[in-house]
């Protein structure tokens, strides 16, 4: 067994299943702490049985994107936005959030693209997701041997704000190389067919890359892409030297009279490796390997592990809080050695030993609640209540014993009709009003089926619709959009219907496809929420591009889940398309390595 002089230096680094080649010590020099996803809500007893037994980061989910445009460059209303979006959280470059207002959209939603260019993305515990960094102690000696835990007198990590101010002078210079470089790097990803496309552009890309192949310019045109990008990514990088753009780190510092409030600091480079004393830390705990398992991951090894949170209730002093979706981050693990004749408790607070820190993970940002693929990781069933079964307890109960919620009116602001029509009032005295929660959920969601058409068709918004979608017996029997649906694949990605089409043997030339296009578009909307003859009239006047696009978006819901019922004919709730937990593929899984690292024995470091 190696090893290792008592006052050797120690190194903190990843856990030897994220080396390469895992069995290879000189392979875990240089490495970080790493990042560990796990989607169920007990991964902590999951993890203490298989430490390395985590969801693999998916490269596109897990990485925060750019919007940008194929082949145009964002509109100038977009680039003032990032521009105020980046000056407000003060990290240029690293800490801007791209948007694209509606105006962008309607030019030519196609040709959008979520280039994940950016940091890691954390998600939240709501969107199913948890985080732990673990990593490894050992001397620094040729073989690695992992330290002792008994000479560990505490262990910990902190979270520090990276960021990169830019002057605002500078903002659009800089939102300008952006989209360059993000433009090049959509157009890379299109040309080498990666990132993830619905199905109809999916197609209509692979159909652009075969015609490229075809005339012998796919080749030539991956290496225009390459070179584009490769430039864009020089010129970026000139530019930050330049005009001295740096990165600055901060470290939060909480009040000592209230744990809920606090600041970020700047910390000078020369302190990034000593920690300032008062710098806030999360512990980290010791990983012990079961002593009747001798092929667990921990055996023979000191590996530490930490919760990371991703939300925190403390506020600085203006109210922001100290982890948002706009600061990029990242975290520094650190150990304490045990000074000779020292009893403090392990882990006890206040040690004054040696400090070994770790290099930083790799930079996140923290999700959205509303960002959708973090929604989508966490499916809930909102069962609406049954209007027979309310009639049937109304008549059972006398009045106001269902009516659980109260609502305590200081002045009463309700509607005066007379005549049908809506007049002039004023508040009027105090009432106390009892509801019941069926009641309220019934006219919630009333209101949101009423306007959820007029902002789709008042704004234009059709790629919404792709975020919802309904299974209504009389949508599945509507023969408009049974045809329309039959249609919507034969048509090319030009949307054009000069040459007609043949479904089901028969021909339809032009005027015929589009007929039924608008017949079937107007069906399923007004099966789904309903229909006035302003929607119509806006169906009407949609071109032939926007026409088949809306079409095809409305017809892919139907095919999404199937519409089952039971041997009394009543609709069966059918399994949600968002996954309710990741398959065996998705999990990061190594061999043990069959050379166990040995450990050094305990001894005093006097």
């Known amino acids: 067994m190696n090893t290792a002089p008592s006052a050797h230096p120690w190194l903190l680094l990843a856990p030897w299943w994220h080396w390469?080649?895992?069995?290879?010590?000189?392979?875990?020099?240089?490495?970080?702490?790493?990042?560990?996803?796990?989607?169920?809500?007990?991964?902590?007893?999951?993890?203490?049985?298989?430490?390395?037994?985590?969801?693999?980061?998916?490269?596109?989910?897990?990485?925060?994107?750019?919007v940008t445009r194929l082949g145009a460059p964002m509109p100038a209303a977009v680039a003032r936005a990032q521009a105020a979006q980046s000056w407000l959280s003060g990290g240029g470059d690293a800490l801007r959030t791209q948007a694209l207002p509606a105006s962008a959209l309607n030019e030519d939603a196609r040709n959008v693209r979520l280039v994940a260019s950016g940091p890691r993305k954390l998600y939240l515990p709501l969107h199913g997701r948890h985080y732990l960094v673990s990593c490894?102690?050992?001397?620094?000696?040729?073989?690695?041997?992992?330290v002792d835990a008994a000479q560990v007198c505490a262990a910990g990590f902190v979270i520090r704000r990276l960021s990169a101010p830019v002057p605002r002078e500078l903002e659009r210079e800089?939102?300008?190389?952006?989209?360059?470089?993000?433009q090049a790097a959509a157009e890379l990803d299109e040309l080498q067919l990666r990132g993830p496309l619905r199905e109809h552009l999916a197609w209509a890309r692979r159909r652009r890359l075969q015609t490229l192949e075809a005339r012998g310019?796919?080749?030539?045109?991956?290496?225009?892409?390459?070179q584009a990008h490769a430039a864009a990514e020089a010129a970026l990088a000139t530019w930050r030297v330049q005009h001295n753009i740096t990165q600055r780190v901060e470290y939060w510092v909480a009040d000592p009279l209230d744990a809920d409030r606090g600041q970020w600091k700047p910390l000078p480079a020369e302190q990034q490796l000593a920690?300032?004393?008062?710098?806030?830390?999360?512990?980290l705990r010791r990983l012990v390997a079961p002593p009747a398992d001798p092929t667990h991951d921990a055996t023979g090894r000191t590996l530490y592990f930490g919760h990371v949170p991703t939300s925190s209730a403390q506020r600085d002093a203006?109210?922001?809080?100290?982890?948002?979706m706009h600061a990029l981050y990242e975290i520094r693990c650190f150990v304490t050695r045990r000074r000779s004749g020292c009893t403090r408790p392990r882990a006890a607070a206040g040690c004054q030993g040696q400090r070994v820190w770790s290099l930083g993970t790799e930079a996140f940002r923290i999700a959205s609640p509303m960002d959708a693929l973090g929604c989508a990781n966490r499916p809930i069933t909102l069962r609406m209540p049954d209007l027979n079964e309310l009639l049937a307890q109304a008549l059972a109960r006398p009045r106001g014993a269902l009516s659980n919620v109260r609502v305590v009116h200081s002045q009463q602001i309700a509607p005066k009709v007379v005549g049908g029509q809506p007049q002039p009032g004023a508040a009027g005295g105090g009432a106390i009003c009892h509801?019941?929660?069926?009641?309220?959920?019934?006219?919630?969601?009333?209101?949101?089926?009423?306007?959820?058409?007029?902002?789709?068709?008042?704004?234009?918004?059709?790629?919404?619709?792709?975020?919802?979608?309904?299974?209504?017996?009389?949508?599945?029997?509507?023969?408009?959009?049974?045809?329309?649906?039959?249609?919507t694949p034969l048509l090319p990605p030009s949307a054009d219907f000069s040459a007609g089409v043949t479904v089901d043997g028969n021909f339809l030339d032009e005027s015929e496809v589009r007929d039924a296009l608008r017949a079937g578009l107007k069906a399923q909307i007004e099966g789904d929420s309903g229909l006035d003859g302003d929607g119509r009239a806006a169906i009407d006047a949609l071109p032939d591009v926007r026409l088949a696009t809306d079409t095809r978006n409305s017809m892919d819901n139907r095919t999404l889940l199937p519409v089952e019922t039971d041997e009394n004919g009543r609709l069966l709730e059918p399994r949600l398309p968002s996954p309710n937990g990741p398959a065996p593929e998705d999990f990061l899984d190594h061999p043990q390595p069959q050379q166990p690292r040995p450990r050094s024995p305990q001894r005093s470091l006097a």
Request: glycine share 4%.
């Open 136 to 146: 490894s102690l050992h001397c620094d000696e040729r073989c690695l041997p992992a």
């Open 20 to 66: 390469q080649p895992a069995d290879d010590p000189q392979a875990g020099r240089g490495t970080a702490p790493q990042l560990q996803m796990f989607a169920a809500d007990d991964f902590i007893e999951g993890y203490l049985q298989r430490p390395q037994h985590s969801l693999r980061f998916d490269p596109v989910a897990d990485v925060v994107g750019s």
């Open 217 to 226: 310019e796919l080749a030539a045109a991956r290496t225009a892409a390459q």
């Open 435 to 487: 509801f019941s929660i069926p009641l309220i959920t019934i006219i919630a969601m009333f209101v949101l089926n009423i306007f959820l058409p007029v902002v789709v068709l008042l704004f234009n918004l059709w790629f919404l619709l792709a975020f919802r979608f309904c299974i209504p017996p009389s949508v599945s029997a509507s023969g408009d959009i049974d045809a329309a649906a039959k249609i």
């Open 318 to 324: 203006e109210g922001r809080p100290r982890l948002d």
């Open 275 to 283: 920690g300032p004393p008062d710098e806030q830390f999360f512990p």
């Open 174 to 182: 800089l939102y300008t190389l952006q989209q360059r470089r993000e």
